[in-house]
């Protein structure tokens, strides 16, 4: 009888020695899962940084603007029949606005501060309607001298746009009436100037909403102070 009590009391110890095991190895498991996810996720922080700092700098959107002013005007000349299906064609779809405001709202949203901000929308306009210029001079293209003037008055006035731009990763009045702004001034100058609205144009209002109504940001006041509230703690 004895015999029998130690031996149910040895395997009551060896499956309870076994749960403890099986429990640390399903919170190991459960930590080196949990590290992973926060190694990929910082790893894909720092790549977003490094593509911001790369790519978003006053350098690369200057040259950035270069090339893309040679190639919008190449399409205005190569790729101007519309398309039957889509009732549009590539050179509508670069000749609008709408394609520009959007370009605008990512470069001015997406760099490090204002500053930035301002700086690279201003270079990559400027070194856009350069070549764009240049390239329809050299291919003895049709131009107004009116479309001129009204494009470099845009991207002399691009910078304070880009101001006003940083400013709806914020919460408030100011920020909702500028979103409002940015959509209701693209629907008036497409209707009066640019014959709209088309396809495309749904699509570009839509992703702007998405960008500016939906998406949320981290913005530096937000960071600051959740790094004061740490070293509070």
């Given at each position: 009888?004895?015999?029998?009590?130690?031996?149910?009391?040895?395997?009551?110890?060896?499956?309870?020695?076994?749960?403890?095991?099986?429990?640390?190895?399903?919170?190991?498991?459960?930590?080196?899962?949990?590290?992973?996810?926060?190694?990929?996720?910082?790893?894909?922080?720092?790549?977003?940084?490094?593509?911001?700092?790369?790519?978003?700098?006053?350098?690369?959107?200057?040259?950035?603007?270069?090339?893309?002013?040679?190639?919008?005007?190449?399409?205005?000349?190569?790729?101007?029949?519309?398309?039957?299906?889509?009732?549009?064609?590539?050179?509508?779809?670069?000749?609008?606005?709408?394609?520009?405001?959007?370009?605008?709202?990512?470069?001015?949203?997406?760099?490090?501060?204002?500053?930035?901000?301002?700086?690279?929308?201003?270079?990559?306009?400027?070194?856009?309607?350069?070549?764009?210029?240049?390239?329809?001079?050299?291919?003895?293209?049709?131009?107004?001298?009116?479309?001129?003037?009204?494009?470099?008055?845009?991207?002399?006035?691009?910078?304070?746009?880009?101001?006003?731009?940083?400013?709806?990763?914020?919460?408030?009045?100011?920020?909702?009436?500028?979103?409002?702004?940015?959509?209701?001034?693209?629907?008036?100058?497409?209707?009066?100037?640019?014959?709209?609205?088309?396809?495309?144009?749904i699509v570009i209002l839509l992703t702007?909403?998405?960008?500016?109504?939906?998406?949320?940001?981290?913005?530096?006041?937000?960071?600051?102070?959740?790094?004061?509230?740490?070293?509070?703690?």
């Amino acid at each position: 009888m004895k015999r029998k009590l130690s031996d149910i009391s040895i395997n009551l110890v060896k499956s309870n020695s076994l749960c403890e095991q099986e429990k640390l190895f399903t919170k190991h498991c459960i930590w080196i899962l949990l590290n992973k996810i926060k190694l990929n996720s910082l790893i894909m922080k720092v790549s977003c940084l490094f593509l911001k700092d790369k790519i978003l700098n006053p350098i690369s959107m200057g040259i950035l603007g270069l090339i893309i002013g040679v190639v919008v005007k190449l399409i205005d000349i190569y790729f101007y029949v519309q398309n039957s299906i889509l009732g549009f064609s590539l050179s509508d779809l670069f000749s609008d606005i709408g394609i520009w405001i959007l370009f605008g709202v990512l470069i001015s949203i997406y760099s490090k501060n204002r500053k930035y901000a301002m700086i690279n929308i201003f270079l990559f306009n400027l070194g856009m309607l350069s070549t764009y210029y240049i390239t329809a001079h050299i291919t003895n293209s049709i131009y107004g001298l009116n479309f001129v003037k009204g494009w470099t008055v845009f991207a002399i006035f691009s910078p304070i746009m880009a101001y006003f731009v940083t400013l709806v990763k914020n919460n408030g009045i100011l920020p909702c009436i500028i979103k409002t702004g940015i959509i209701g001034s693209y629907i008036l100058i497409d209707m009066i100037f640019f014959n709209g609205p088309r396809v495309y144009d749904i699509v570009i209002l839509l992703t702007l909403s998405y960008l500016l109504f939906v998406k949320k940001y981290i913005t530096s006041n937000y960071s600051l102070s959740k790094k004061s509230a740490i070293i509070n703690k």
